[in-house]
């Protein structure tokens, strides 16, 4: 089977992002998993068992094959994420641990 039939991308699907057929696993997931968290495809698999050690790899033969498509994905998320962070302020358990270190140093 084609790395083509392995991936496939649909708008309402992850926004459109490069996934593993059939699921909403995407290239990128394969990718961090395997690369930068140090995990075989058969643990990768052992994790979704709906994929397969073909599927595994046929995500990172396309990681590779668009990697400045996907890093630039990635980088994109991550903004989104920092613009969402910073829009609603701080989160409620930084709150509290911020009035908990506020209350030790009183105390102290």
Do not use: N
Not at 40 to 60: G, R
Not at 84 to 98: H, M, T, Y
Request: glycine content about 4%.
């Amino acid at each position: 089977m084609p790395v083509v039939e392995h991936i496939e991308r649909h708008p309402d699907r992850c926004g459109g992002k490069p996934c593993i057929s059939g699921t909403r696993i995407r290239v990128w997931d394969i990718h961090v998993w395997h690369d930068l968290r140090g995990q075989t495809p058969a643990e990768i698999v052992a994790a979704f068992p709906q994929i397969t050690v073909a599927d595994v790899h046929a995500a990172l033969a396309y990681y590779l094959d668009h990697r400045d498509e996907i890093e630039r994905q990635m980088e994109d998320a991550d903004e989104q994420v920092r613009r969402i962070q910073a829009a609603s302020g701080p989160s409620l358990l930084s709150r509290i641990r911020a009035e908990e270190a506020d209350d030790d140093s009183v105390s102290s």
